[in-house]
């Protein structure tokens, strides 16, 4: 089975701080994807990223940045935390083209 | 742009009963189509898609949806729910780019299946 695993399942940062969510892949998924997930809202799409160094914005990528230096690993980036940033975060990854998207379990971020 | 509306953020419903959760979408190009589950304080996984042929999908523990074009609707039912079926639904489009794919999520349907 594939599996998509995000390292932290709750944090706790202070405002202004610099966040590191990480998402690792086991299944070699060319795509990969951050979402946010808010009450009302769904799912919306951060950053997403087709191969290794390469990287697209979504619809809110705004405080936001990401990494892709390895296949298996991306990593989402909070520059400086803000409370608006308090949310629950779903890194998925997919093969082109599959249109199948697999998820990790979640990171419930609040920024204090 | 493409973007996905359903329209019952909650829908509560007796076990046993049959349950329809309703999806919208527009889109000025041909789109594919997927309802996703979330358990409570699980990711999400894939309950069934629809990319061309028949318009009616059937997908895991007993799930269909069917496609309707005219409509831009893409319905998910189950004739009898049971307890665990108790989550969050999620519709879903995807549009294709030349190297990747889009997904864009609608706001999540939170079915409660009363005993």
């Known amino acids: 089975d594939v599996k998509v695993t995000q390292s932290s399942r709750y944090l706790v940062k202070r405002t202004g701080e610099k966040v590191f969510l990480e998402c690792v892949q086991d299944?070699?998924?060319?795509?990969m994807f951050w979402y946010r997930q808010d009450p009302g809202l769904g799912l919306r799409l951060i950053y997403f990223?087709?191969?290794?160094?390469?990287?697209e914005k979504g619809d809110i990528p705004e405080g936001y940045s990401v990494s892709r230096e390895k296949k298996e690993r991306f990593s989402l980036i909070l520059e400086s935390a803000s409370t608006n940033q308090t949310s629950m975060y779903l890194c998925?990854?997919?093969?082109?083209?599959?249109?199948?998207?697999?998820f990790g379990q979640g990171t419930r971020l609040t920024v204090v | 742009a493409q973007s996905v509306t359903q329209l019952d953020s909650q829908v509560p419903v007796f076990e046993e009963a049959p349950v329809e959760l309703r999806c919208n979408y527009s889109?000025?190009?041909?789109?594919?189509l997927f309802w996703y589950v979330q358990y409570p304080n699980q990711g999400l996984q894939l309950l069934l898609k629809?990319?061309?042929?028949?318009?009616l999908v059937k997908g895991i523990n007993g799930f269909e949806a069917e496609f309707n074009k005219s409509q831009t609707s893409f319905h998910l039912r189950k004739p009898s729910v049971h307890i665990s079926d108790t989550a969050e639904y999620f519709c879903?489009?995807?549009?294709?780019?030349?190297?990747?794919?889009?997904?864009?999520f609608g706001p999540g349907t939170s079915l409660s299946v009363i005993p």
């Open positions: 990223s087709y191969d290794v160094k390469m990287k």
């Open positions: 889109s000025s190009v041909s789109v594919y």
């Open positions: 299944m070699d998924h060319e795509n």
């Open positions: 629809y990319l061309s042929g028949s318009t």
């Open positions: 879903a489009v995807s549009v294709w780019k030349t190297s990747y794919d889009k997904v864009i």
């Open positions: 998925a990854s997919s093969l082109p083209g599959n249109l199948k998207a697999f």
